[in-house]
């Protein structure tokens, strides 16, 4: 009888575990944007938005988040900053239309930044 106890508590415990394990690996931060700004083919307006991140170390799935609601996605890239961001910040590039592009995002007091993946050919260098 005690065998079967411990039997049925070392199996609640691996499923336990289990589960775990096979939990999606989400990370988030949140940002503000003083501009309007694209993020994929979605053009973003000035206002707060939180990014969500899932994937491995090297390549990610980014959603961009706006008062719950899901407004863009893309695919981007994790980067370890050489020391966490003093405070949260976005750099933008201009693109051939001379509109703004989203192409990294910092973290305050994170030491990695999301580089999101560019719509090709719409980057002026």
């Known amino acids: ?3 079967m106890k411990y039997l049925a ?3 609640a415990v691996v499923v336990l575990l289990s589960v775990g394990a096979f939990a ?3 990370n988030s931060g949140t940002f503000d944007l003083t501009q309007p700004a694209r993020v994929g083919t979605t053009e973003l307006s000035p206002g707060h938005y939180k ?3 899932l994937g491995p ?3 990610v799935h980014i ?3 706006k008062n719950g609601k899901e407004v863009a996605d893309v695919q981007g890239r994790i980067k370890r900053l050489p020391s966490p961001a003093p405070y949260s910040a976005v750099t933008l590039r201009t ?3 001379q509109r703004q592009r989203i192409e990294e995002i910092d973290f305050g007091s994170s030491p990695y930044a999301l580089v999101l993946s ?3 050919g719409s980057v002026s260098q």
């Open 1 to 3: 009888m005690q065998s």
């Open 95 to 97: 693109m051939d239309d």
């Open 63 to 65: 959603t961009i988040v």
């Open 118 to 120: 560019p719509v090709l």
């Open 57 to 59: 170390n090297g390549d």
């Open 24 to 26: 999606k690996n989400t």
């Open 9 to 11: 508590l070392s199996s």
């Open 51 to 53: 990014a969500e991140w």
